[in-house]
């Protein structure tokens, strides 16, 4: 009989994967529901990791001569239906202010008062409302292009949701850019989709495969969407960034014309792209385990943590200096752009209790100290990621810090690369197909050439749950290589997956 | 007969002080109003100049044991009615959301349907939903203190609005916290008031004078409400951040509730405080001038902007390097804790134009460059607050670079302070007071003794448009201290001013 090891994490991933999940964003307190039906709280740890995804994401976007600005919450509804798909897409969910004010009753109580002419609908995009700025701001090519980002928090009425992965509300960046020609704004919607998956694997260690969305996903108004796919750790596909060349849609929509350099009238060609606090969710499900939450280092609010062992209140002075030091001298030390961040958690409570809430934040490393280790000059230290631990001479881990966290992130990236990998596969033939899906828990990514017919693409999805994930960018495919559904010529190697 | 100088900013601040403030912030490119009632589009200028604010007070904020997070955009109307008179402040003005879909009509319009079961206010401020959220996260003493900390856009429906002053919607930062004693809320109260005193003081240049609030002006629901108040150009004051103390008004409101040390339950005492969007008003209204914004060098987005002028071809390539050398040398120097941001504005109009349109945006210093500068190895160096302009050899500038802002920083620190010194008075009888604000363009700081009476108070307010702005927080007052008004004894001397 082997001993079964007992899991800070109940249920287990195996056990039952979406209570897993929850479980996870609750005990590493990174948010939690609130009495509004379905917008989150972000506590300070998950708000903490936001703002270094922000901090990062930022600077790449600004290092790409991107700027940033601020445009309205609300959205007149008259605005949102300049562009059909647009407000075919939104309409149906979105939170709808109709008043301006509450005014008693004859009860006493209070109900809407102040009816506006025109109900606003809160932001759920902004490319309509920024538009219609772009249209006053664009009066000749010389004022292109426009490189504008946007941090924002945006409201989508969704019925069903889950904390990060699918609120009512939530923060995310949305870039909206306007430019002279169709090429130009191509290139942007490719550079940007490329710096997103920069991003997510140089910093979230998330492996990502670029594509291009079907007709049937893109967004709604859209020429082209282009999408970053994670895996997951139970082998759904995560959407977890979008680019879209809008075409000359919304500036037709939004009236955005400017004067070309043969001085003719022409509409602007823009494109809009974003990423959200969804980021986390798909952090969590890529890296988490059974134990609870795994930061990649980069990202992680604090690298270190330090817990004394007051075992001997004799050593209470020596132990707190011994602990001071170490924070002292780690702080000195960098990890990429960063200065190592350090905390000392002195709380009152019992240390197992104390060392166990940062194995389930997924702080990268626990740094333990007790008499036996000012005698070594050395550190216990629990390494979150491998979970294993370890005694290491104080100057070598303060020399070698940067090396240990780079490890790590090195370490989390692979895993995660290795396990997309495991769980990827060519399909040949529809017997293959059905085999890879048909199990319940059987998922994974599953590339297979298509034909590109949106009604057998629609049936697929109806009657097994599965959708393509995105076609490929740059296919080359030759004139044998046929659709394994209808053996019709193929569009390119297309993937399949089960999704969030 | 004087030459009229010609200035950038029409009119000039004298000839229409309100129109002047528009025309600064449109010329200035910091922002616009939008079609959305009230709401305004930060434009890239202004929203970087708000980035710089909220990286430095946040770092502050930071420093003193404070974190983010995020509460959710929406306040369920019962939550509102929670505090009393906290409804009655914020009811008259707020956005309600009453449905979740656009739905057609019979003639194919959209109409708001799914009407939902309580409206939703967009949160004009915070108390109430975060509240809701403490009192799950508070049980015991040891829960306590909690030190949030949130940065939001929040919506109050101002009937009259004018850019960055008094928007429907605006940005801000609103701190939340509890504690376990009245002492440490208050003295919590005090700490920020302070931290804004010395934020506005050493950042913005702006001189802060700090107090408290009548009842009439405190924060609906608050026990005490401290302010910082600045002195505007045109003798008018505006408060520029509050800090309140709520006692436990608010926790009995949402039920947060510990076990105190001596094991017994108590409501915890909490704090709120904020500084928003109205800060840049501030900035303009104290350093602006009549031609345009005076960024102060800590906060400008960038501290030089470096303007080539291609008088002849041939110099084309010998003037980019010389402007490439400099902004090379200059970015590696710093100023406090930045690096020095330098831009080169290459575009392609006339140098006159150009050169205007960073007066009028207020970057601290620009340089011009052209043949001459480049055989005598100088710059001419144009300062934005003094307006001066001078040849300096480059690299006296490039050493010099961080005292040369600092200079900067003093100088408009000190003018506003000498503004502020010059505009108020001490004013020790009914007549004089009268004197000093009657006259329609009089305005300024009157400190003057009064008695507490809160029906006097409101009625120099409706006679004379005065209003006190705050009451000292430690005053000493002898017996012989008379109301100026009443005779009666004194509650101290307080500030009389007209305000935005």
Known sequence: MTKKKNNAISPTRTENYPEWYQQVVKSAELAETSAVRGCMVIKPWGYALWENIQKFLDSKLKETGHVNAYFPLFIPKSYLEKEAEHVDGFAKECAVVTHHRLEEDSKGGLIPAGELEEPLVVRPTSETIIGETYSKWVQSYRDLPILINQWANVVRWEMRTRLFLRTTEFLWQEGHTAHETQEEALDETHKIIRLYKNFLEEYMAI???????????????????????????????????????????????????????????????????????????????????????????????????????????????????????????????????????????????????????????????????????????SLFVGIRDTMQKKSILKNDFINNISKILEDIQNRMFEKANNFQKLNTKDIKNINDFNNFFNEKNSNGFAWCHFCGDSQLEKKISDDMGVTIRLLPINSSISDNDKCIFTGKKSIGRVLFARSY
Chains 1, 2 share one sequence.
């Open 207 to 377: 492996p990502i495969i670029i594509g291009e969305k079907t007709e049937n996903e893109r967004f709604p108004g859209a020429m082209k969407t282009l999408c970053i796919e994670a895996m997951m750790q139970d082998g759904k596909a995560l959407q977890a960034g979008t680019s879209h060349f809008l075409g000359q849609n919304f500036s037709k929509a939004s009236n955005i014309k400017f004067q070309n350099r043969e001085g003719k009238n022409e509409f602007a060609w823009t494109t809009s792209w974003g990423v959200s606090t969804r980021l986390i969710g798909g952090l969590i499900m890529t890296h988490a385990d059974d134990d609870g939450m795994i930061m990649p280092p980069k990202l992680s609010p604090n690298h270190v943590v330090i817990i004394p062992h007051f075992r001997d209140e004799l050593y209470r002075d020596k132990i707190n200096s011994y602990c001071n030091e170490i924070r002292m001298a780690l702080s000195k030390e960098s990890f990429g752009d960063r200065k190592i961040s350090v905390l000392i958690d002195s709380r009152d409570i019992n240390v197992g209790e104390k060392s166990w809430s940062w194995i389930k934040k997924g702080i990268p490393l626990r740094i333990e100290i007790g008499p036996k280790e000012i005698e070594n000059q």
